[in-house]
């Protein structure tokens, strides 16, 4: 091997190193893991919750927004997964700041899943999610044990297994 070629080759072994060190960071180990996770009240006129009111029934934590395709891609199956497991509470919080788009776009396409707008972001400023969807699984004493980032197959039988053994 000549020597511009071994350097070439090192230069691309470091950049693929660096690349995948600084990749993208969506903390998949969020500090919330393990911990009461942060409660919040929203209402936006037709719509309320309050998180710590759900304490006692696994809440599945939806973050997502009606511009974000990666988010409606997955609305099916967390519909679906509603009807498998009605023991397990979807909340879908909508982070749309523009509320005229959200009731425009539930008009057009009916979401048969408790949602909720949340236009001012707080709620999932709380859990550091700014890039939808991004979603929490919340057990009955209100305490975060998982979360999922992007889109998910939530009738997958490994998401349906882990969530009836946190509804148990």
Known sequence: ???QRAVR???AVAAVTLLSATG???NEHPG???NTAPTFHISDGQQSVDLAKLRGHVVLLNFWATWCAPCIEEMPSLEALQQQLPQVQVVAVATDDDSSAYKSFLQRRPVHLFTVLDSAQESNSL???FRFPETYAIDKNGV?????IGPQDWTSPEIVDFLKKLAA
Not at 144 to 148: N, Q, T
């Open 1 to 3: 091997m000549t020597l």
């Open 9 to 11: 080759t090192l230069a």
């Open 24 to 26: 993208c960071d969506r």
């Open 32 to 34: 919330q893991l393990g």
């Open 127 to 129: 859990y550091g999610s």
């Open 144 to 148: 975060v044990r998982r979360k999922f």
